[in-house]
């Protein structure tokens, strides 16, 4: 008996993660059913990649928010950051306009017990010549902290024998954590605010710097006791085994893990190949399938969507690219294939033509990876760095712009669900109905059918019939000598207080498939919209002008359609040009740059090269793939 791939992820994904809940059966903890429940579904906006003052990075760099504070910023409150007064007070402060729907605290796994110990006397090591470090020369314990557990693979020495006393340390933030968690979530019926547990994995391809970092979601309150880190599983298929030890085996724990940063992977992250090398097996491309439903499209650290370079024909690639391919900042140029999702997607389908299954078919969404806590803070217009300005901590901030020139606010994950609990949330993130974007909560939808009628957007029931007679973002279609017609939509963000968000430019489709030789192939569609609306941005002011729009919608055949050639399909939704957060902060600052005297310190980057005053935002969902029928 022949089982298509399709077949294998399904019975795979229900031995491993059990059936996926029904309607009449939507939660696997106790709490009221929503009072809002559509089964059409609706966007959540939230956060999944938080770090707060237990992650070693965000504690060097002075950050002092608990667990509890960055879950009440995502609901609305106000955080205060560093620097911090003699007295212990913030100086300056950040809100977001409007609240998320649902957010995770990820602070990493690796030196959370440290950490705890060189900040609390109490506990058994904070006398130690490595908390001392930590404490008064907090730059080189950053340095050395990290040395230890990514390259040595172990703990620091003040953790004794078998790393007891830092494990036991650990026991008391992961707890907070879920505790913080456990008094954010709404268990109402109100369903205003969902809180994830999780963590981040922290690894590290040796001295390439390939940067192979993960965070880890849970679907509910049933988490490990402790969670498992780069040092107690220093691949990524280790860390799969141990979740489904820990986890998955278990009646109730579920976890999901979303790969992020693979710009900075040096080609590690979707590299083809088994974990340290080898060729990749069937057994583990299924796996990493079922483990990996998403990835993490852009976050602080630059946009992982598609390579921008010699050979490159699409110019909107170099959005957020950052100037190099690893995590070590080693001065190595980006390449097509160090770990853009695009190029991914299209290794994906040529693995399953080898193998019977896709291990890279995952959805898509973003994120901050702020580091003051400060989740969903991706707001262009008030950017004040997510790393403490990538200092160490002290009493000041040096002027200027409050981040390294090429990073960037961040983005926001989606979610298409029913309702904003927990499970509903989880399911959509399983089931790769997610989109990403940089920021802005712009509103997508992509469908895939066979006969979507071509005057469907007119229809008042057009998303009904889209469900009903095809699937969303994150699908599959496969078979047919036509062409399946895409329904694609989007909404410009709302705004707040009546002022809507930048209108809408243009939505692309981005499709990706695998030549007869084996080679990676693509192309971008505009669909609807228009290229030249003449919407501009003066960078002088970041005065905006030209017209564009509210809502835009099509129904898109494939011209290039090939029945026997498996493809990838995601849409690109476009605003109109605006100016980046750093040229806004170079306008506040009054500086030109035809006038040297303007240019005070810490605004140079405003002159340099490499600056990039405008930019576009955008969305990108989940693709859909099709796959040809097979032969009989």
């Known amino acids: 008996m022949t089982v298509r791939p399709l077949a294998i992820s399904v019975l795979f994904s229900g031995l491993l993660f059990g059936p996926a809940l029904s309607s009449a059966q939507p939660y696997t903890e106790q709490r009221q059913p929503c009072a809002h429940r559509d089964e059409l579904k609706q966007p959540f906006f939230g956060d999944l990649h938080v770090h707060t003052r237990y992650s070693l990075d965000a504690s060097t760099q002075g950050t002092r928010t608990s667990p509890a504070q960055a879950y009440e910023f995502a609901r609305g409150a106000s955080l205060g950051i560093q620097p911090w007064s003699d007295d212990g007070a913030p100086m300056r402060s950040l809100q977001l306009q409007r609240p998320l729907d649902f957010a995770m605290v990820s602070d990493h796994a690796e030196l959370i017990g440290e950490v705890q110990i060189c900040n609390n006397p109490a506990e058994q090591g904070h006398d130690s010549w490595q908390c001392l470090v930590y404490r008064n020369i907090p730059r080189a314990a950053y340095y050395l902290f990290n040395f230890m557990a990514t390259m040595k693979q172990t703990h620091l020495g003040l953790c004794g024998d078998n790393a007891e006393i830092c494990l036991q340390a650990s026991l008391k933030p992961w707890q907070e954590m879920q505790d913080a968690a456990e008094a954010n979530y709404d268990r109402s019926a109100t369903c205003q605010f969902t809180s994830f547990v999780g963590y981040e994995w922290t690894g590290m391809e040796g001295f390439s710097g390939g940067n192979l970092h993960r965070n880890i979601v849970f679907r509910n309150a049933d988490v490990p006791q402790l969670p498992l880190s780069f040092i107690d599983a220093p691949e990524p298929h280790l860390l799969w085994q141990g979740l489904r030890e820990r986890c998955v085996s278990s009646e109730a724990c579920d976890a999901i893990v979303i790969p992020h940063n693979s710009n900075l992977s040096a080609g590690y992250m979707f590299s083809g190949a088994l974990d340290g090398g080898g060729l990749m097996t069937p057994e583990y491309a299924v796996e990493r399938a079922q483990f990996e439903p998403l990835v993490e499209i852009m976050q602080h650290k630059g946009a992982s969507e598609c390579y921008y370079g010699p050979g490159s024909s699409d110019e909107l690639c170099a959005f957020e690219q950052l100037p190099v391919d690893n995590i070590a900042g080693r001065n190595n140029l980006p390449q097509p294939d160090t770990g853009f999702v695009r190029r991914a997607l299209a290794d994906g389908l040529r693995l399953q033509g080898e193998l019977g299954v896709n291990p890279y078919q995952f959805g898509v969404i973003a994120s901050t990876d702020t580091h003051l806590g400060a989740p969903g803070a991706a707001e262009e217009d008030r950017f004040l760095g997510h790393g403490g300005a990538g200092v160490p901590a002290g009493d000041s901030i040096p002027p200027g712009l409050p981040d390294k020139l090429e990073y960037n606010p961040g983005g926001l994950a989606v979610v298409w669900a029913e309702e904003n609990s927990r499970d509903a949330l989880f399911n959509g993130m399983r089931a790769r109905e997610t989109y990403a974007t940089s920021g802005p909560r712009i509103v997508s939808r992509l469908f895939a059918g066979q006969s979507f009628p071509k005057n469907l957007c007119e229809q008042p029931d057009k998303i009904a019939r889209a469900y009903a007679e095809g699937v969303p973002m994150g699908s599959e279609v496969s078979g047919g000598e036509e062409a399946p017609t895409f329904l694609v939509a989007a909404s410009q963000d709302n705004g707040v207080a009546g002022a809507p968000g ?131």
């Open 502 to 632: 930048m209108p809408l430019q243009r939505i692309q489709i981005v499709k990706g498939w695998i030549d007869k030789t084996g080679a990676a192939r693509e192309k971008v569609f505009d669909v609807a919209g228009d290229a030249n609306n003449g919407a501009s941005v003066d960078i002088a002011s970041c005065a905006t002008k030209g017209e564009g729009f509210a809502q835009l919608c099509t129904v898109w055949h494939d011209p290039e359609f090939n029945a026997s050639q498996p493809a990838f399909y995601y849409s690109r939704v476009l605003e109109n040009p605006s100016c980046r957060w750093s040229q806004r902060q170079c306008v506040a600052a009054g500086v030109n740059c035809n006038e040297a005297d303007t240019i005070t310190e810490g605004y140079e980057g405003c002159c340099a090269a490499e600056h990039r005053p405008v930019i576009q935002e955008r969305a990108w969902s989940s693709p859909i793939w099709f796959t040809p029928a097979k032969a009989s």
